[in-house]
């Protein structure tokens, strides 16, 4: 984020649901800039599922996870490894006597998540995770079609993993009203290749999932924009949520929030194991998967200070609730296989308004096509008005491919009719 917004580190905010003054610890932004920096440097080569690099980012990670005197509660020590086979990956034929017996081997990945425990002797424990794999030198989730090169992942995700580090470090000291539960700190892998990390942990906890309270994942809170709108994911996943967010205000913070558990980051995995679980997120933008996500001139540092503050007031919150309620809630994130057709849009999840505004295009699909531009808001797909992203996922469904339609968007304050052609 070039544009950087100036905020106090010490906040002095008036909070019903909290009734005391939280403070972000002394040295919280230098740590917050070294480890974003650290994280996305290019000694770490992108943090690959499986690299030197990976094991380089886990190591740091661990490293302050023992500065801040947590306790070790992975399978061995810190860690938790895992294995998996990577999509499409080719079987190699051995040329000798496993040959003769028709053997084949694929070649396994091993990654490894990333475990520090805050022991209050409480009965329940709080997850506060964030995903510290990114994607190399670039795999099949990168959208960079330049030459091959270090995708460092400054926002995606070293960004999160410096704000569970700072969180790490303040709840590390047991400071007053946080103490109703321990922490459970988890850097994730795998995330990149499909939630593998968070996906593995749920299935083979290492505490009790029983005694989970809830989750806070972080992923891509790096670049608080300037209207400095910051993202809830999940909040109808417990109907303890919404009471505690409207009661937090923090240096002018905008929140913008939806209800689905599911997304494309952890949280989901603890969704899906009946735990209420929030997704805190600044947004889309031009550098997500490409090498240009980096830390210079983009990371907005003094808004995750302020995201770190808001979290801090969220935990301190929900110090006296045990094990708040769950709820299941309505998926806003399904496939692309989920419908016939695609525009090939990315939706701005920052938007609260009426219509989908749109925060980039696909080259060649649909939308690009069409001559849709980010920044347009979606208000109409040929007789289906569009009210939210349920009523565009809801219109998509009644296209064929091959099919032509108008579509209404309004563009700077104007409303401009498009033809589509669906593919």
Request: proline letters at 4%.
């Amino acid at each position: 984020m070039k544009s950087i917004i100036t905020v106090a580190l010490a906040l002095t905010v008036s909070i019903t649901a909290v009734g005391q003054t939280v403070k972000l610890p002394k040295g919280a932004q230098g740590r917050l800039e070294l480890n974003v920096a650290t994280l996305a440097n290019d000694f770490m080569e992108g943090r690959g599922t499986g690299t030197a690099g990976e094991q380089k980012a886990s190591e740091y990670i661990a490293r302050d996870f023992q500065r801040f005197k947590l306790q070790p509660k992975g399978d061995s020590l810190w860690y938790q490894s895992f294995t998996f086979v990577p999509h499409g990956a080719a079987q190699v034929h051995h040329q000798g006597d496993s040959a003769s017996l028709g053997m084949a081997l694929v070649k396994e990945i091993h990654g490894r998540n990333v475990i520090g425990y805050v022991d209050n002797k409480a009965a329940t424990t709080v997850v506060i995770g964030a995903h510290y794999d990114h994607l190399g030198m670039g795999d099949e989730n990168s959208l960079w079609t330049g030459p091959k090169a270090i995708h460092n992942g400054a926002d995606d995700n070293a960004s999160g993993v410096s704000v569970m580090l700072e969180l790490a470090y303040w709840l590390s000291k047991h400071p007053k009203g946080t103490r109703g539960h321990n922490y459970l700190f988890i850097g994730f892998s795998g995330e990149e290749k499909g939630l593998l990390g968070s996906n593995h942990f749920t299935k083979n906890p290492t505490i009790p999932m029983k005694d989970v309270a809830y989750m806070i994942n972080m992923d891509m809170v790096g670049r608080l924009n300037k209207d400095r709108s910051l993202a809830i994911n999940g909040v109808g996943t417990s109907p303890s949520w919404m009471p505690v967010i409207n009661g937090i205000q923090v240096d002018s913070l905008v929140i913008v929030t939806s209800e689905s558990g599911m997304g494309a980051s952890d949280h989901t995995s603890f969704y899906l194991s009946d735990i209420p679980a929030v997704h805190f997120f600044t947004g889309q933008h031009e550098d997500y998967h490409k090498p240009t996500d980096d830390f210079e001139g983009k990371i907005n540092v003094k808004g995750m200070a302020s995201i770190t503050n808001y979290i801090q007031y969220m935990i301190v919150a929900m110090d006296d609730e045990q094990k708040p309620a769950f709820t299941k809630t309505k998926d806003a994130t399904p496939s692309s296989s989920d419908f016939k057709v695609t525009l090939g849009v990315m939706p701005d999840y920052l938007y609260s308004g009426k219509g989908l505004r749109i925060d980039g295009c696909k080259d060649g699909k649909p939308g690009a096509k069409a001559g849709l531009q980010k920044g347009d808001t979606i208000m109409k797909l040929g007789d289906y008005d569009i009210e939210d992203i349920y009523g565009y996922m809801e219109a998509l469904g009644k296209f064929e491919k091959g099919q032509s339609t108008t579509m209404q968007v309004q563009r700077d304050g104007k409303m401009v009719e498009l033809n589509v052609t669906w593919q």
